[in-house]
């Protein structure tokens, strides 16, 4: 960023001295090549390329670090993306087992850290939640169907947040009401465990 910014600052540097230079030079050469027309003619076309070609190099930077920013932004929702739909593949497999053995306590500290790396606050503090449900249902390492319920609506809760983390900017700029889209993902998932 700051080699950007060092960057856009001698480009500008130098588009000033291009124009005061030129400037300068032109109120010398209209004084003294009076006889000769063309030259400041061809002092102005030169003068005008140069500045042309730094003004351009300047936006070609800018442009260049705007197209960089999006794409580390589209890969970070991407890893984001494939860390959540992976915890969400490893909640789902833990409770259709209806058992959870040191090694899954093991990988769901794992799966902590990456969630660690890449979840929004919220989510954390959400997780952190989920956690102390997961793991009042899971001390006999086994789950019954109260357990693996209250994990599921803990998920629920989980996965709002994890919604609006990946896609609540977008709800926010729709015509959506986030809250009832919370309310309404809260009430597929209680819906899911009466079925």
């Known amino acids: 960023m700051m080699k950007l910014a060092?960057?856009?600052?001698?480009?500008l540097v130098l588009t000033a001295i291009v124009v005061v230079g030129?400037?300068?030079?032109?109120?010398?050469?209209y004084r003294v090549m009076d006889?000769?027309?063309?030259?400041?003619?061809?002092?102005?076309?030169?003068?005008?390329?140069?500045?042309?070609?730094?003004?351009?190099?300047m936006l070609l930077n800018k442009q260049t670090a705007v197209e960089l920013k999006k794409e580390q932004s589209i890969k970070f929702i991407e890893l984001k993306s494939e860390i959540y739909m992976d915890f969400i593949g490893y909640m789902e497999?833990?409770?259709?087992?209806?058992?959870?053995?040191?090694?899954?306590?093991?990988?769901?500290?794992?799966?902590?850290h990456k969630l660690a790396m890449?979840?929004?606050?919220?989510?954390?503090?959400?997780?952190?939640?989920?956690?102390?449900?997961?793991?009042?249902?899971?001390?006999?390492?086994?789950?019954?169907?109260?357990?693996?319920?209250?994990?599921?609506?803990?998920l629920a809760q989980l996965t709002v947040k994890i919604r609006q983390d990946l896609v609540g900017e977008l709800d926010e700029e729709g015509l959506y009401d986030i809250a009832a889209i919370n309310r309404q993902v809260i009430s597929n998932a209680e819906t899911s465990l009466n079925g």
């Open 118 to 154: 890449v979840a929004s606050p919220a989510v954390l503090r959400q997780y952190h939640q989920f956690l102390e449900v997961f793991n009042r249902s899971t001390r006999d390492e086994s789950l019954d169907k109260q357990e693996g319920d209250a994990i599921s609506v803990a």
């Open 93 to 112: 497999r833990l409770i259709l087992e209806r058992e959870v053995t040191k090694e899954d306590h093991v990988r769901l500290q794992f799966l902590t």
């Open 35 to 57: 006889e000769a027309p063309f030259t400041q003619e061809i002092v102005l076309i030169i003068l005008g390329t140069i500045a042309t070609v730094l003004i351009t190099a």
């Open 22 to 29: 030129g400037y300068l030079y032109l109120r010398y050469a």
């Open 6 to 11: 060092r960057e856009n600052l001698l480009y």
